[in-house]
């Protein structure tokens, strides 16, 4: 036991340093560049990018592990998905540090407690740029010992996949297409929610109402984020199939991430229930992230509109 604990420690120690100063780099970039252009959402830009490179990092430090390299390979599915779905929303523009702000952080600035610029450049120093890179690294960091288990307990068999790994892997796909059709159908909403409104035609129908509640958002008010959260679940569950445990030290990343999940939306649904008196109905009937496939109602769009 005591040569198993040493192969983990070894592997874990000299793959942990680098990647905290990766993500230090970051962290650092994003917080400079927040504060010299004012516009907060830097992170926002790396979110979908920075765990898929901490992926690849940890399997080239693994020497191309199987896991190692099928968990960076998923990573890679889930960043190349969402930083599309980012994109198409005008996430990315030229020069890059450029952009629209989250509208949640013009909110958070008048917070009495935030309304000050010291304190609200200590808030983008510490949660804004550093906890919230830090938590794209733990949320990838169960890679480590789902190698590093894996080799200490098998020697030179330690690179072979198992069956969980085939089970998890089906399940993230599954997650990452979840997560898609969700961003899917709210994207051809909002789409033409606002060609309708720039082109001063009235609303009708479910645009009328304001926001989205058919489709997967007739099921849950976040299956978006519901997918998000279980893909890296799943993921954490690669370091049980890895020999680490069904609960090891790297469960720390899921669970911040569904902590941050909680009051992110918390905050973002009291704007939306302000903004659209019908969403309090919504809230009472419709669960939070767990769907509940009894309220499905299939998805409206303009042509059903029409038919109506």
């Known amino acids: 036991q005591v040569a198993v604990d040493g192969i983990m420690n070894a592997f874990v120690e000299s793959t942990i340093g680098p990647l905290a100063w990766h993500c230090a780099f970051w962290a650092s970039l994003c917080f400079v560049v927040s504060t010299i252009t004012g516009n907060v959402s830097q ?133 990452v297409a979840m997560e898609y059709q969700a961003d899917q159908q709210q994207y051809e909403f909002q789409t033409e929610k606002y060609r309708l409104k720039h082109a001063n035609q009235p609303l009708h129908g479910e645009y009328k109402v304001g926001f989205l509640r058919t489709g997967l958002w007739s099921v849950s008010r976040h299956p978006n984020y519901f997918a998000e959260q279980s893909i890296w679940v799943v993921f954490y569950l690669f370091s049980a199939s890895g020999g680490a445990g069904i609960v090891n030290w790297s469960i720390v990343g899921p669970v911040l991430l569904v902590l941050l999940f909680q009051g992110s939306v918390a905050f973002s649904e009291g704007i939306t229930a302000g903004k659209y008196p019908p969403y309090a109905e919504y809230q009472a009937t419709v669960p939070l992230f767990i769907p509940n496939p009894t309220l499905y109602k299939p998805f409206w769009n303009d042509v059903r509109a029409k038919k109506d």
Do not use: C
């Open 43 to 175: 992170v926002d830009k790396l979110w979908s990018i920075t765990p898929a490179l901490y992926a690849w990092q940890v399997a080239v430090a693994s020497s191309f592990h199987m896991r190692a390299v099928l968990m960076a390979l998923l990573a890679t599915v889930w960043a190349v998905r969402l930083t599309y779905n980012f994109a198409r929303r005008g996430g990315y523009t030229w020069p890059p540090w450029e952009g629209e702000e989250d509208y949640r952080w013009p909110i958070l600035r008048k917070n009495p407690y935030l309304s000050h610029p010291v304190a609200w450049m200590a808030f983008n120093l510490g949660f804004i740029s550093f906890y919230q890179h830090f938590l794209l690294l733990l949320i990838v960091i169960p890679q480590l010992p789902a190698v590093a288990a894996a080799e200490a307990a098998d020697g030179a068999g330690g690179g072979t996949l198992n069956l969980m790994d085939g089970v998890l892997t089906l399940v993230f796909l599954l997650l």
